[in-house]
């Protein structure tokens, strides 16, 4: 049995095809000579991508290997066909060999100071096994590394760097030496010139980045994943701890206030801009249409937002699209998400692996 595909088929940003087929788990524009074979119209888009996800991981921590499964097809049920997993306490390789599992590429485990993240969340170490605890987790994970770079001090209110420049660069080269990217949850300024100067790979919210930050990581082709739903929340987190910690307050309600500027003014600057919703923790899973359409509201074109969530990260990340021959991970709609951003709440059907799910 074939699929049949009646397009639009949107394999890139200038390859749009009229029809395809999935012919053993596979995507080819020449017809096949079967008998048998199920018609799917609709607007085809290369499965969607979650670059900043936790899956096994929920406001307590890790979770058990249902709950795990449970949040990996919600995901999928969303469309999120590959999930870059941006660290997680629970061991997910489980995921791996069930084919209605979304795919997962891996950081490994966060990795962060004692006392500076949430609790259960993260590896906690000392400064100066930064780059020994980085290069372990890179052989843990798929290619990935993720590091806390800052995280808020209630008490003074700042967003002090984690890490002195030097070990930062050491840690990162160490990540690199063992063939893994780095990424990292940054909100601060304070944090920016230390991540640029270290080679930093891709950057997770980004809210402290000045124009001159954008323009280098424009130039350095470095992306962001701004986060968005994340980022609403900080009004309430700025509300709950005004009475006792003003200073923190102060600091978080401006983020705030500018997300939607700032993501406009990321992609103004020419920053490559990714998609990802931080779910895990306080975010629930399939979010990556709510997280796409804020980008939307922000102002950056829904052309641009659904490019950015699938086959550009797909790229990024090293995966396949919807070229000849690739696996048939995709998600059909009625209406063109390019179009109407909204699109993307309401897949038609669901390709993964080339069976419909």
């Given at each position: 049995m074939a699929l049949h595909l009646t397009g639009p088929v949107i394999v890139g940003d200038d390859d749009v095809r009229d029809e395809a087929w999935v012919v053993e788990g596979r995507i080819t524009y020449t017809a096949p000579e079967v008998a048998a074979r199920h018609e799917v119209d609709g607007v085809v888009l290369p499965g969607l991508v979650d670059v900043h996800c936790h899956v096994g991981l929920d406001s307590g921590g890790a979770v058990d290997p249902d709950l795990a499964l449970k949040q990996a097809l919600v995901d999928r049920d969303a469309g999120t066909l590959l999930i870059r997993d941006a660290g997680s306490p629970t061991d997910t390789r489980?995921?791996?060999?069930?084919?209605?599992?979304?795919?997962?590429?891996?950081?490994?485990?966060?990795?962060?100071?004692?006392?500076?993240?949430?609790?259960?969340?993260?590896?906690?170490?000392?400064?100066?096994?930064?780059?020994?605890?980085?290069?372990?987790?890179?052989?843990?994970?798929?290619?990935?590394?993720?590091?806390?770079?800052?995280?808020?001090?209630?008490?003074?209110?700042?967003?002090?760097?984690?890490?002195?420049?030097?070990?930062?660069?050491?840690?990162?080269?160490?990540?690199?030496?063992?063939?893994?990217?780095?990424?990292a949850h940054t909100f601060a300024t304070e944090t920016m010139?230390?991540?640029?100067?270290?080679?930093?790979?891709?950057?997770?919210?980004?809210?402290?980045?000045?124009?001159?930050?954008?323009?280098?990581?424009?130039?350095?082709?470095?992306?962001?994943?701004?986060?968005?739903?994340?980022?609403?929340?900080?009004?309430?987190?700025?509300?709950?701890?005004?009475?006792?910690?003003?200073?923190?307050?102060?600091?978080?309600?401006?983020?705030?206030?500018?997300?939607?500027?700032?993501?406009?003014?990321?992609?103004?600057?020419g920053v490559p801009l990714l998609v990802g919703t931080d779910a895990g923790g306080t975010i629930g899973h399939g979010a990556l249409p709510a997280e796409a359409a804020l980008m939307a509201a922000a102002g950056i074109p829904a052309a641009e937002v659904v490019a950015m969530a699938s086959w550009r990260a797909r790229e990024f990340l090293g995966a396949p699209g919807l070229e000849e021959g690739a696996p048939a991970d995709l998600v059909v709609y009625s209406e063109d998400p390019r179009e109407s951003i909204a699109a993307l709440c309401t897949p038609r059907h669901v390709v993964l692996r080339g069976a419909l799910v």
């Amino acid at each position: 049995m074939a699929l049949h595909l009646t397009g639009p088929v949107i394999v890139g940003d200038d390859d749009v095809r009229d029809e395809a087929w999935v012919v053993e788990g596979r995507i080819t524009y020449t017809a096949p000579e079967v008998a048998a074979r199920h018609e799917v119209d609709g607007v085809v888009l290369p499965g969607l991508v979650d670059v900043h996800c936790h899956v096994g991981l929920d406001s307590g921590g890790a979770v058990d290997p249902d709950l795990a499964l449970k949040q990996a097809l919600v995901d999928r049920d969303a469309g999120t066909l590959l999930i870059r997993d941006a660290g997680s306490p629970t061991d997910t390789r489980f995921l791996d060999d069930l084919a209605t599992a979304p795919r997962l590429i891996r950081a490994g485990r966060f990795i962060a100071r004692p006392m500076r993240y949430l609790r259960h969340y993260a590896r906690e170490i000392d400064v100066a096994d930064l780059p020994t605890a980085m290069a372990e987790e890179a052989r843990k994970g798929d290619g990935w590394v993720k590091i806390i770079a800052d995280w808020i001090d209630r008490e003074v209110g700042d967003l002090t760097p984690l890490w002195p420049a030097d070990v930062l660069a050491e840690g990162v080269a160490a990540a690199h030496e063992a063939g893994a990217r780095v990424t990292a949850h940054t909100f601060a300024t304070e944090t920016m010139d230390g991540l640029l100067d270290a080679g930093i790979d891709c950057i997770e919210h980004g809210t402290g980045m000045t124009a001159d930050h954008m323009d280098e990581a424009a130039r350095r082709g470095i992306p962001v994943v701004p986060t968005l739903l994340q980022v609403a929340n900080f009004e309430r987190y700025a509300a709950q701890g005004e009475a006792r910690f003003p200073a923190y307050s102060a600091r978080m309600r401006p983020m705030h206030e500018r997300r939607f500027a700032h993501a406009l003014a990321l992609h103004e600057a020419g920053v490559p801009l990714l998609v990802g919703t931080d779910a895990g923790g306080t975010i629930g899973h399939g979010a990556l249409p709510a997280e796409a359409a804020l980008m939307a509201a922000a102002g950056i074109p829904a052309a641009e937002v659904v490019a950015m969530a699938s086959w550009r990260a797909r790229e990024f990340l090293g995966a396949p699209g919807l070229e000849e021959g690739a696996p048939a991970d995709l998600v059909v709609y009625s209406e063109d998400p390019r179009e109407s951003i909204a699109a993307l709440c309401t897949p038609r059907h669901v390709v993964l692996r080339g069976a419909l799910v």
